[in-house]
């Protein structure tokens, strides 16, 4: 039985959403197994967002001047034509600009977020990043019909909202709803935490002319991310709905990669605590050891099966660790 299912995703934006929004796009780009670190690391997703944060403090815009940011009144306007309410509940991009306004910084969560954050400052577009095994099914971007569900970001296991009749979500074919108010707040269903995901991240505008702007971020994201990102796709008037896949080898390379970090860093702990055997033993014989050699060979290949690992391999593989180590231990005796 295979232990990998590739997720593919249709993503559509409803007609209704372009009926009252003509000028909305939205950008997609795929990322799999993408190695999700807290606190930020690589670095640079922490020094990205300080950068754009120095900007935005540097610009000294008050909330009036965020207001009027072209992708900003975009959002506004696209708030009030369905029925929303963008003092209230802003998008995205708009929130995070608010809180820097008097000189704030936002609190670190993880390397993606920090990177998604960073480029929603420098753009002035909502940039988002969702992992995309929290979502069942389709995705799309439609008003709600009232009987959705909605798991508030953070919030104590079973804690539900119901998102109101008309408000513009983001819906799974379950009938989960995977944001509020657009893009004003993400759930907690799909939210990216420390670990390896298939992360879907998604760039939005609703004003004129906004297009590119969105090209050019998706453009910024997948170079930051670096490959197996997929091309980026853009949903709008024309084009409302593509599938969104995540090739499966790119995936289980990624995961391959992951679980080679794991391997290498309980390596990293086997090697330390040899470096404290080695201090214990004052002769060549006592390093050698081949009784304990003989049994730390029959231990693990006892207990390879059981981990799916054919003995053959675990006792090559762990008489040639030995014998490496082995030379390691003798190395403080010279």
Not at 138 to 157: C, D, I, N, Q
Not at 212 to 225: D, P
């Amino acid at each position: 039985m295979s232990i990998f299912t590739p997720p593919v995703r249709t993503v559509t934006v409803a007609d209704a959403v372009f009926t009252a929004v003509p000028q909305y796009v939205l950008g997609l780009l795929a990322r799999p197994a993408v190695p999700v670190s807290s606190p930020s690391s690589p670095a640079y997703a922490d020094a990205r967002l300080r950068a754009a944060e120095d900007r935005v403090h540097a610009r000294g815009s008050d909330r009036a001047g965020i207001a009027a940011l072209p992708p900003v009144a975009g959002w506004r306007a696209a708030h009030r034509a369905v029925g929303g309410d963008p003092v209230r509940h802003p998008c995205a991009a708009e929130a995070l600009l608010r809180r820097h306004a008097g000189g704030g910084r936002l609190p670190r969560i993880n390397s993606a977020v920090d990177l998604a954050n960073a480029l929603s400052l420098e753009s002035g577009l909502p940039v988002a990043s969702m992992a995309v095994a929290g979502l069942d099914g389709e995705l799309t971007v439609r008003p709600a019909t009232g009987t959705e569900v909605f798991h508030p970001l953070g919030s104590p296991a079973g804690t539900v909202e119901a998102p109101a009749p008309g408000e513009v979500v983001y819906a799974d074919a379950a009938g989960t709803a995977h944001s509020r108010h657009w893009n004003w707040r993400q759930g907690d269903t799909v939210r990216t935490v420390p670990g390896t995901h298939d992360l879907l991240f998604t760039v939005e505008c609703a004003h004129a002319g906004g297009r590119a702007e969105v090209s050019a971020a998706l453009a910024e994201l997948r170079t930051e991310l670096g490959p197996p990102a997929g091309e980026p796709l853009l949903l709008d008037a024309e084009r409302r709905s593509a599938p969104v896949s995540f090739d499966p080898l790119d995936c289980l390379r990624g995961r391959i990669d992951a679980l080679d970090d794991r391997i290498l860093a309980l390596l990293g702990e086997r090697v330390a605590v040899v470096r404290e055997v080695a201090r214990y033993k004052s002769d060549e014989s006592a390093v050698r050891a081949p009784a304990r050699v003989e049994q730390v060979v029959r231990r693990v290949t006892a207990l390879a099966d059981r981990h799916g690992v054919p003995a053959g391999l675990a006792e090559r593989l762990y008489r040639l660790l030995i014998e490496e180590l082995t030379e390691l231990e003798l190395s403080h005796l010279r």
